[in-house]
């Protein structure tokens, strides 16, 4: 088991969380491990007076996220909790912190955002993350106000939700912190309110208000408050002025706070005992001590000092007499007073030292039934402390063997599905099959109540599932392995985020230009932006023809005013579909049209697609010559109406036309029963088809589509949603009917 250690450098002005590896090699102790290793270097500044939070505050209230093209990748609750390297496959990502307390308005609160995209490549990759104060600061120049001319003042900023008050008593050196709120219009508001009350020099009360606009976080904004006699207002207020200077925050004095020692083993798991028998043991043991203050004392404690040749219960290696350091080198103990000062990758000096215990030492120690522990203790010259135990076994009774149940770790390349929004499962083993009441307890980090789940086992060696429910989204929780007698280190996993489809009760609806074969044609869309919008439907090709195939509609909703109408249609002697699905048309091919279904996803793993529906197919089915063999409704029959759903790992790319036709691949085999292109893209797959009247006359009713997993779910993220809905079924072949009408509102995935 790996130490660490971590620098935090933090104060009224900055906050640094520094990681530095201790390797496995004497001779590179900050040296590269692998490929693709994330190494995060997090900062905050504020040059304003100090928050009401202490560091240690600023550190454990810190929030890290560490997100790529598929979402929510790592959540790290506290700098504590941030490892000191984390391995990330190659790609681009972005990573984000918030510390603080966020607080309408408040003379010391203050709250702290960072945000820094970031690529990471082969190899070590160091990212420095800067959280700037998110607060809009104001204070008052105390050099503007002569109080023998401004009697009995007070000075109010405010905005909608919270407002702070200046006077005599603190405005020399008051500074108010203010988090602006969001409007109802999702917009943050950006302007304060200031009202100044007192009495003029002639004894007259007067109340003076002025609003700063367009206000910025990280900025402070001094407000003037002068008696101008020159210069009567005539409007109120007397003679008083109120001037704005704004400001930019500035860094200024650090404090800095570091980790105690860390104490590890070099090549071997200080957790774990160094097992052998006598004069079998290969090789030295060598401990690795690094402090980033001086190290004051190093001391090795023991019970039993005459078995293990040491010439005190206690010595400290760093101030015995050169008597003591020359038994122990010839009991084979060394250890060099003179520590080696390094250089960690972020400019911070440690220092570096070894104690080693050579073969010749442990092939000395006699046989015994139970296990020698020597406790080692580092001291820096801070105070901090840290404290390990050297656990040797020597001869087989002494062995103490490792934990009776293990918990493999659910982060898996293999395994993505592990770990859900609301569920993981994990995969258990037990290495002793006498254990009593084996299980897995859980909890969300940083709560105290644990929920425990059994295993069912009946002997070791054997491989169990155990699922941990009732989870949390885009959350941390802590899970140790449990029995009686036995607690394992506690081990974490972190929940995937659940996404929220855009303009899901569709409400939102604009309308564009095209340009047609006849010329430019208005088309309707569901959204507000062709930039940003979530739905498209086949509305630009059938505007050729002066057709609507996708509409708003208030016949039927589920919420809101608006449902989306898919109402398929006939030109010249043509059915176009009613169609509405997440992604884009991209062009019109002759007559024929060109998608990009799929729409950029945070890669989570849904269980379904629920959405209302009301459909109600036409007769009088027309079959497009040549298409009959594709399709499974009949001349002058019912139309079929569908909806289908995937997850996919890249967009799809549909064309209509013949000569060139691609369809979504919903199965391994297209239409002509070749091999579907762009199956293996294929996530998840669900569907549901009518072949009759759905949904009660006049009214909408909740549908469920469930997805089907794919094998490659295991291994492969989903990147992209796609959610077709269609009228007629087989609009792609120009087959349906003209009347097949569907309504469809209030579209959510589902998350079990």
């Not at 009202?195 to 109340?207: E, R």
């Not at 004095?253 to 570091?258: E, H, K, L, Q, R």
């Not at 779910?713 to 349906?736: M, N």
């Amino acid at each position: 088991m790996k130490s660490y250690i971590k620098s935090i450098s933090l104060g009224a002005s900055a906050l640094v969380a520094v990681a530095a590896l201790q390797s496995c090699a004497l001779e590179e102790p900050f040296g590269l491990q692998g490929e693709g290793e994330l190494s995060m270097r997090l900062v905050i500044d504020s040059d304003v007076t100090r928050a009401q939070l202490n560091e240690q505050e600023l550190a454990d209230k810190c929030v890290v996220y560490i997100s790529g093209s598929k979402g929510l990748m790592r959540k790290y609750v506290g700098l504590s909790n941030l490892p000191e390297r984390e391995t990330l496959a190659q790609g681009h990502y972005v990573a984000e912190a918030w510390t603080g307390d966020s607080v309408p308005a408040s003379f010391d609160s203050k709250f702290y955002r960072g945000y820094q995209p970031f690529d990471v490549s082969a190899g070590l990759n160091e990212v420095k993350l800067t959280c700037g104060i998110m607060n809009v600061v104001a204070s008052i120049d105390a050099a503007t106000i002569d109080e023998s001319l401004i009697k009995d003042f007070s000075v109010t900023v405010e905005n909608s939700t919270g407002s702070l008050t200046f006077d005599a008593g603190n405005y020399r050196d008051a500074k108010g912190y203010f988090m602006m709120p969001f409007g109802a219009d999702g917009v943050r508001e950006s302007s304060l309110k200031v009202t100044v009350k007192g009495s003029n020099i002639a004894g007259d009360p007067f109340v003076k208000e002025k609003v700063i606009t367009d206000v910025k976080s990280a900025h402070e904004y001094v407000l003037g408050v002068s008696y101008n006699p020159e210069n009567p207002d005539p409007e109120g207020g007397g003679y008083i002025t109120i001037t704005i200077d704004e400001r930019e925050n500035l860094v200024s004095d650090t404090v800095a706070i570091f980790a105690a020692p860390a104490i590890d083993g070099v090549d071997f798991d200080i957790e774990k005992q160094i097992v052998g028998n006598p004069g079998q043991f290969a090789g030295e043991k060598v401990v690795k001590v690094i402090a980033f203050n001086e190290i004051r004392s190093f001391t090795l404690q023991c019970i039993d000092m005459a078995s293990l040749n040491l010439p005190a219960q206690q010595i400290d290696l760093k101030n015995c007499t050169d008597e003591i350091k020359a038994t122990l080198n010839s009991a084979g103990i060394t250890w060099d007073k003179t520590v080696t000062p390094v250089t960690g990758y972020d400019g911070i000096m440690r220092q570096l030292s070894y104690i080693r215990f050579s073969s010749h030492y442990l092939n000395n120690l006699p046989e015994r039934a139970t296990e020698y522990i020597i406790r080692l203790t580092a001291t820096d010259g801070s105070g901090k402390t840290t404290t390990r135990d050297l656990r040797i076994a020597v001869g087989e009774e002494a062995i103490v063997y490792d934990d009776p149940i293990i918990v493999d770790d659910p982060v898996d390349p293999n395994n993505l599905m592990a770990v859900g929004s609301r569920s993981a499962t994990l995969t258990v083993s037990l290495t002793d099959e006498s254990v009593v009441n084996p299980g897995v307890r859980y909890r969300e980090e940083g709560t105290s109540a644990w929920l425990t789940v059994p295993i069912a086992a009946t002997r070791a060696s054997a491989k169990y599932t155990v699922t941990l429910t009732g989870l949390k989204p885009s959350t941390r929780y802590e899970y140790q392995a449990v029995a009686e007698g036995f607690v394992s280190e506690s081990m974490y996993l972190s929940t995937e985020s659940e996404y929220v489809i855009p303009n899901a009760s569709l409400e939102e609806w604009g309308t564009y230009t095209a340009s047609t074969m006849l010329g430019k044609r208005t088309v309707i869309f569901p959204g507000t932006s062709r930039d940003t919008n979530f739905w498209d439907s086949g509305n630009e090709g059938a505007a050729t023809a002066n057709k609507v195939v996708l509409d708003k509609s208030s016949d039927m909703v589920g919420s809101g005013q608006y449902s989306a109408r898919l109402a398929s249609t006939a030109a010249l002697g043509i059915i176009a579909a009613g169609n509405m699905f997440s992604g884009s048309y991209v062009k019109t091919d002759g007559t024929d049209g060109v998608l990009s279904l799929g729409r950029e996803y945070d890669g989570s793993h849904p269980a379904k697609v629920r959405v209302k529906a009301n459909y109600r197919p036409g007769g009088s089915v027309t079959i497009k010559s040549g298409n009959e063999k594709y399709v499974d409704i009949t001349e002058g029959g019912t139309d079929h109406g569908q909806i289908y759903v995937a997850l996919t790992t890249a967009p799809i790319e549909i064309r209509t036309k013949a000569s060139n036709r691609k369809l979504f691949p919903a199965t391994k085999l297209n239409e002509d029963g070749e091999a579907a292109e762009d199956y293996d893209k294929v996530v998840a797959y669900g569907q549901v088809t009518w072949d009759a009247a759905f949904g009660p006359d006049g009214g909408l009713a909740t549908v469920e589509i469930p997805f089907e997993y794919h094998d490659i779910a295991r291994t492969q993220k989903p990147r992209y949603l796609v959610i077709v809905a269609s009228a007629s079924k087989f609009g792609d072949f120009y087959c349906g009917s003209s009347s097949s009408v569907m309504y469809l509102d209030d579209f959510e995935l589902v998350y079990e």
